[in-house]
């Protein structure tokens, strides 16, 4: 039966940010590598065609980018968040040991 109590694992939560962070940098990389084998394979494209892929290549850069920033949000806040609840049971404990 639960008893109200709340338990955190600190390590678990930075380390699935982290694992987080990882994958964003791998995906950034596959990107990355997509669009410079991409431009030489598509080097020779012009006009309609090649403005279009060039906007949509750009707009997939760009979120990625934008998921990385919320990504290092998160760790940031877990970050603070854990800080945050070991003082409070930092100062629990003292309460306790009086």
Same mark, same amino acid.
């Given at each position: 039966? /639960?008893?109200?109590?709340?338990? /955190?694992? /600190?390590?678990?939560?930075?380390?699935?940010?982290?694992?987080?962070?990882? !994958?964003?940098?791998?995906?950034?990389?596959? !990107?990355?590598?997509?669009?410079?084998?991409?431009?030489?394979?598509?080097?020779?494209?012009?006009?309609?065609?090649?403005?279009? /892929?060039?906007?949509?290549?750009?707009?997939?850069?760009?979120?990625?980018? &934008?998921?990385?920033?919320?990504?290092?949000?998160?760790?940031?806040?877990?970050?603070?968040?854990?800080?945050?609840?070991? &003082?409070?049971?930092?100062?629990?404990?003292?309460?306790?040991?009086?």
């Amino acid at each position: 039966m /639960y008893d109200g109590t709340m338990t /955190y694992n /600190y390590p678990v939560l930075e380390q699935g940010v982290e694992n987080m962070r990882s !994958v964003n940098r791998t995906i950034l990389a596959l !990107v990355d590598q997509l669009r410079g084998e991409t431009a030489t394979a598509l080097g020779s494209w012009e006009g309609e065609a090649a403005s279009s /892929y060039a906007q949509r290549a750009a707009n997939i850069q760009a979120n990625i980018a &934008d998921m990385g920033v919320i990504v290092d949000q998160l760790q940031m806040e877990v970050q603070r968040s854990a800080e945050a609840m070991r &003082d409070q049971d930092r100062a629990g404990g003292q309460a306790l040991a009086g």
